[in-house]
């Protein structure tokens, strides 16, 4: 089992920058495939970076690329998500997500997924 617990959300203005953490339980990070995805409010959870177990190859879903970069720390047991010039449109409730392959992985859909965290609140003003 593998628990998620993401950090970092807030109250920023656009153009603002934040970075999201997402800790994961466990010794076994590394083998864990990550991603982040994000839900506005009435609207379905969509996806918006992964990246593989090494951290060598990464992914990110058109509307944010250029300005997000998804990262991770397997000596921290951590991945990242750091935004930049951040927009109205960013608003939502982010989630990560983890799945445990064997062989490197980019999973952009979120059916891909066994783990999520608790997810965490950005709201950008305009």
């Known amino acids: 089992q593998v628990q998620l617990v993401e950090s970092g959300g807030g109250l920023v203005q656009a153009g603002d920058s934040l970075r999201l953490s997402c800790a994961a339980s466990?010794?076994?990070?590394?083998?864990?495939?990550m991603g982040w995805f994000r839900q506005a409010p009435g609207k379905e959870r969509e996806f918006v970076a992964a990246i593989t177990q090494t951290g060598s190859s990464t992914r990110h879903a058109d509307s944010v690329k250029g300005r997000f970069t998804i990262s991770r720390d397997n000596a921290k047991n951590t991945v990242y998500l750091q935004m930049n010039t951040l927009r109205s449109e960013d608003t939502a409730v982010y989630y990560c997500?983890?799945?445990?392959?064997?062989?490197?992985?980019?999973?952009?859909?979120?059916?891909?997924?066994?783990?999520w965290g608790q997810g965490t609140q950005v709201t950008v003003s305009s």
């Open positions: 466990g010794r076994t990070f590394s083998t864990l495939a």
């Open positions: 997500a983890a799945d445990r392959r064997l062989t490197p992985a980019l999973l952009t859909t979120e059916y891909e997924y066994d783990y």
